[in-house]
Structures are given as structure tokens and as C-alpha cells.
């Protein structure tokens, strides 16, 4: 069982902006889609049509909607193997994404990736990585190549709160702060590294002072608001577009399910999450647009019945789907490439 530190918020992101209905019913609308497919995942992963590892978001969304808000389509995006949600936040479309689980050919990683492995060029969603922090200096790169081409685009590095005790974190942080890379870096601290609790895994709970030793500008952040998220990335954004280097936001946040499937999770009281299920993002972003007249009842019943006609045609597209054909194994492996250096 863990506890967290208060949910605080650092002076540089204090300020409260006023958000839209539009942004409202967008935040809504995308985090109930995400619970929704997850829900849906759960389920088909018990009657074994998904196999292999499955970790769901399920808690977690306003961490992904706040993220989306805040950024343009042409900022990076890269994650841990918790990622179906940052996958149709950014706009692949739910049956690729479901298809992508079956291991169909028309999944977003071709059938080759499954759960853990989700990317697209298109939405420039660069994983999806099952490696424990292997996506840290990968990010760290990729802000790299924007900053070479003399683009303004950011990189937003997500990675859980067991890969911020990985050694590549720190040399990453350095070369990030030394050559004052465009990228956010983001724990989704949800207070359990698999089955440990944060208190086990360091004498410092506190994981927005990691980012000191490097003098990185570093904020704890409500990761149950998605105001709070968007506030947070849009400040840091920001500062990257300005050449003001990186930043590192420790997002806490909780989720409800254990680690992965095969998790039951009872590391963990039911007080604990019940607790938390009180911050649940779906009801309090939900309340607060009741509270401001921006939505009725009626509205979120035809929300709720429209996302659950895109899960279902999401499931009917994968069901259909074929597998990739044997040969497709040796495809997407190395890139053709011309190097004019090189000589014969």
C-alpha cells in the first residue's frame, strides 16, 4: 500500500485558466472512449481473443486528454507499453488500435506489435515500448533530430514511476539539459511500479526532485484533472519552443486495475482504491460540466451510446480482420537505405 504526498501544484503552474465547453466535451468524450475500449479489452482478453501482455489505462485518462489539449498534431509522442490510450487520444482510429491487439494485419503496428507495441508515423506516435525505460532516451533523440532539422516541435516522453529508478533516465537528463532539448518528460506516477509501492523503491517519494540534480525545471502535477495537465504541458511547451530546454513533470495519477491482466492486485486495500475512484476523472470532469450548465444528461447518454457503437465496430473490424501472412515476418525489419559515404 503507498501513500501519496498532497496533490500540489508548483507557483509556475498555479495560474487557473478558463476552459471552453468545446474543451470540456472533447476531454469527456476522448477519456470515455479510452475506459471504454479498455473496458472492452479486459473483457475480450478473459474470453482469450487477446493475448500475450495487456496493460490498461483504466484511471489514468486525464493524464492523456490534459496531454492532447495542450500540444499540436506535430509534437512527438512516445510511451511505455501502457499505451492503447495515448494511441487513440492522438487520433488512430479505435479498430486499428483493437486490431492491433487481435495481432491482425490491419493493426496499426500490422498484427506485429500486439498490445505493448502501438506506433504510427502518421499521428507521429513513436510507442509503445515493452523495454522498462527504454523509451526515455529514445525520446531524448527525437527531440534531438527537431532540434537539428531547426524545426519547433516537442517531444512528450511518458514512462511510469518503476522506469524513473532506470539508469538511462539520468544520463538522459543530462545530454537533455546540456544541449537544451525540446522534450517533456513524463511520470505517470500511479504510486506502484508493478506490484511495489513508490515508498519501496527509494528513500525519496517525493519524485519531482530527481529532475534537480540537473537543474530541470520539474512540477508535481494533479494527474486525476485534466486542467491541471494542460496547464502543466502547455507551460512546458512552451519554454521547449523558446529553446528553453526540457522539462520534467512528475503527473500523479492512479490506476484501477492491477499492472497488467495478470494482476489481481492485491498488493493494495480496497479502501485505497475506492478512495481514489473518488477523483475518478470521468465523474468529476462530468460533474463539472453539469455543475456549469454545459451538458445535460441526455448529452453524455448519447456520448456513452456513441462510444460504445465505436468499441463494438472497433471488435467487428478486428473479428473480420485476417492475420499476416508468414512471410510478412521478415517485412519492416531493415530500411532500405543509401549512404553516399560509404564506398564499394
Given at each position: 500500500?503507498?501513500?501519496?504526498?498532497?496533490?500540489?501544484?508548483?507557483?509556475?503552474?498555479?495560474?487557473?485558466?478558463?476552459?471552453?465547453?468545446?474543451?470540456?466535451?472533447?476531454?469527456?468524450?476522448?477519456?470515455?472512449?479510452?475506459?471504454?475500449?479498455?473496458?472492452?479489452?479486459?473483457?475480450?482478453?478473459?474470453?482469450?481473443?487477446?493475448?500475450?501482455?495487456?496493460?490498461?489505462?483504466?484511471?489514468?485518462?486525464?493524464?492523456?486528454?490534459?496531454?492532447?489539449?495542450?500540444?499540436?498534431?506535430?509534437?512527438?509522442?512516445?510511451?511505455?507499453?501502457?499505451?492503447?490510450?495515448?494511441?487513440?487520444?492522438?487520433?488512430?482510429?479505435?479498430?486499428?488500435?483493437?486490431?492491433?491487439?487481435?495481432?491482425?494485419?490491419?493493426?496499426?503496428?500490422?498484427?506485429?506489435?500486439?498490445?505493448?507495441?502501438?506506433?504510427?508515423?502518421?499521428?507521429?506516435?513513436?510507442?509503445?515500448?515493452?523495454?522498462?525505460?527504454?523509451?526515455?532516451?529514445?525520446?531524448?533523440?527525437?527531440?534531438?533530430?527537431?532540434?537539428?532539422?531547426?524545426?519547433?516541435?516537442?517531444?512528450?516522453?511518458?514512462?511510469?514511476?518503476?522506469?524513473?529508478?532506470?539508469?538511462?533516465?539520468?544520463?538522459?537528463?543530462?545530454?537533455?539539459?546540456?544541449?537544451?532539448?525540446?522534450?517533456?518528460?513524463?511520470?505517470?506516477?500511479?504510486?506502484?511500479?508493478?506490484?511495489?509501492?513508490?515508498?519501496?523503491?527509494?528513500?525519496?517519494?517525493?519524485?519531482?526532485?530527481?529532475?534537480?540534480?540537473?537543474?530541470?525545471?520539474?512540477?508535481?502535477?494533479?494527474?486525476?484533472?485534466?486542467?491541471?495537465?494542460?496547464?502543466?504541458?502547455?507551460?512546458?511547451?512552451?519554454?521547449?519552443?523558446?529553446?528553453e530546454g526540457p522539462?520534467?513533470?512528475e503527473i500523479r495519477?492512479?490506476?484501477?486495475?492491477?499492472?497488467?491482466?495478470?494482476?489481481?492486485?492485491?498488493?493494495?486495500?480496497?479502501?485505497?482504491?475506492?478512495?481514489?475512484?473518488?477523483?475518478?476523472?470521468?465523474?468529476?470532469?462530468?460533474?463539472?460540466?453539469?455543475?456549469?450548465?454545459?451538458?445535460?444528461?441526455?448529452?453524455?447518454?448519447?456520448?456513452?451510446?456513441?462510444?460504445?457503437?465505436?468499441?463494438?465496430?472497433?471488435?467487428?473490424?478486428?473479428?473480420?480482420?485476417?492475420?499476416?501472412?508468414?512471410?510478412?515476418l521478415w517485412e519492416?525489419?531493415?530500411?532500405?537505405?543509401?549512404?553516399?559515404?560509404?564506398?564499394?
Amino acid at each position: 500500500m503507498h501513500k501519496f504526498i498532497s496533490f500540489a501544484l508548483l507557483p509556475k503552474i498555479m495560474a487557473k485558466t478558463k476552459f471552453t465547453k468545446d474543451i470540456y466535451e472533447k476531454w469527456y468524450e476522448q477519456m470515455l472512449l479510452m475506459r471504454r475500449f479498455e473496458e472492452k479489452s479486459a473483457q475480450l482478453y478473459g474470453q482469450q481473443k487477446i493475448k500475450g501482455f495487456c496493460h490498461l489505462y483504466i484511471g489514468q485518462e486525464a493524464v492523456v486528454a490534459g496531454t492532447i489539449s495542450a500540444t499540436r498534431s506535430d509534437d512527438r509522442h512516445i510511451t511505455a507499453y501502457r499505451d492503447h490510450a495515448h494511441a487513440i487520444a492522438l487520433g488512430i482510429p479505435s479498430r486499428e488500435v483493437m486490431a492491433e491487439l487481435y495481432g491482425k494485419v490491419t493493426g496499426c503496428s500490422k498484427g506485429k506489435g500486439g498490445s505493448m507495441h502501438m506506433f504510427s508515423k502518421e499521428h507521429n506516435f513513436f510507442g509503445g515500448h515493452g523495454i522498462v525505460g527504454g523509451q526515455i532516451p529514445l525520446g531524448a533523440g527525437i527531440a534531438l533530430a527537431d532540434q537539428y532539422r531547426g524545426g519547433d516541435q516537442v517531444t512528450i516522453c511518458s514512462f511510469g514511476d518503476g522506469a524513473a529508478r532506470q539508469g538511462a533516465l539520468h544520463e538522459t537528463f543530462n545530454m537533455a539539459m546540456l544541449w537544451k532539448l525540446p522534450v517533456i518528460f513524463i511520470v505517470e506516477n500511479n504510486g506502484y511500479a508493478m506490484g511495489t509501492s513508490v515508498e519501496r523503491t527509494a528513500n525519496i517519494t517525493d519524485m519531482s526532485v530527481i529532475g534537480a540534480g540537473y537543474a530541470m525545471p520539474s512540477f508535481v502535477v494533479d494527474g486525476m484533472r485534466p486542467e491541471s495537465v494542460h496547464e502543466a504541458i502547455a507551460s512546458a511547451a512552451e519554454r521547449a519552443r523558446k529553446g528553453e530546454g526540457p522539462t520534467y513533470l512528475e503527473i500523479r495519477t492512479y490506476r484501477y486495475r492491477g499492472h497488467s491482466m495478470s494482476d489481481p492486485a492485491k498488493y493494495r486495500t480496497k479502501e485505497e482504491v475506492e478512495e481514489y475512484k473518488k477523483k475518478d476523472p470521468l465523474e468529476v470532469v462530468k460533474q463539472t460540466m453539469l455543475d456549469g450548465k454545459m451538458a445535460n444528461e441526455k448529452w453524455f447518454e448519447t456520448i456513452e451510446q456513441k462510444i460504445e457503437d465505436i468499441v463494438n465496430e472497433a471488435v467487428e473490424f478486428a473479428e473480420n480482420s485476417p492475420y499476416p501472412a508468414p512471410e510478412a515476418l521478415w517485412e519492416d525489419v531493415y530500411v532500405q537505405a543509401d549512404y553516399p559515404f560509404i564506398r564499394e
